[in-house]
C-alpha cells in the first residue's frame, strides 16, 4: 500500500507562486517515478508534471513548461511542485500519484496510487 498526501494548495493572484507538496509512505519511494494531474470543475484529470525514480528526467504539459517545477526529495519521501506565473486558467484540484504501470508518464492510466488533492485557486 501507498498513501500520498498533497499540501501547499491555496488561494493566489495571477502572476504568483505555490509550492505543493506530496508526501509519500506506505513503501519504498525512491523506487517509483512520480506525477502530477489536475482536474478542474466540469474538466478531465489532466496531466502537469512527472519525475523519474531518481529524478534525472521530468516531463512536463506544454502549457505549464517554463512555469512549473517538479522535484523530488528520495530522502525524505517527498515531491515538490514549484508553481510560478500562476493564471486563472491553473485553478483546479492537483492530485500526486505514483506511476506505478508500465506506460508513458503522460497518461493516467500510468498512475496507480493517488492522493486526495489539494486546491489551487488563482484569482484574476
Known amino acids: 500500500q501507498v498513501q500520498l498526501v498533497e499540501s501547499g494548495g491555496g488561494l493566489v493572484q495571477t502572476g504568483g507562486s505555490l509550492r505543493l507538496s506530496c508526501a509519500a509512505s506506505g513503501r519504498t519511494f525512491s523506487n517509483d517515478a512520480m506525477g502530477w494531474f489536475r482536474q478542474a470543475p466540469g474538466k478531465e484529470r489532466e496531466f502537469v508534471a512527472a519525475i523519474s525514480w531518481s529524478g534525472g528526467s521530468t516531463y512536463y504539459a506544454d502549457f505549464v513548461k517554463g512555469r512549473f517545477t517538479i522535484s523530488r526529495d528520495n530522502a525524505k519521501n517527498t515531491v515538490s511542485l514549484q508553481m510560478n506565473s500562476l493564471k486563472p486558467e491553473d485553478t483546479a484540484v492537483y492530485y500526486c500519484?505514483?506511476?506505478?504501470?508500465?506506460?508513458?508518464?503522460?497518461?493516467?492510466?500510468?498512475?496507480?496510487?493517488w492522493g486526495q488533492g489539494t486546491q489551487v485557486t488563482v484569482s484574476s
Open positions: 500519484a505514483r506511476k506505478g504501470y508500465s506506460g508513458s508518464s503522460y497518461q493516467l492510466t500510468s498512475y496507480d496510487y
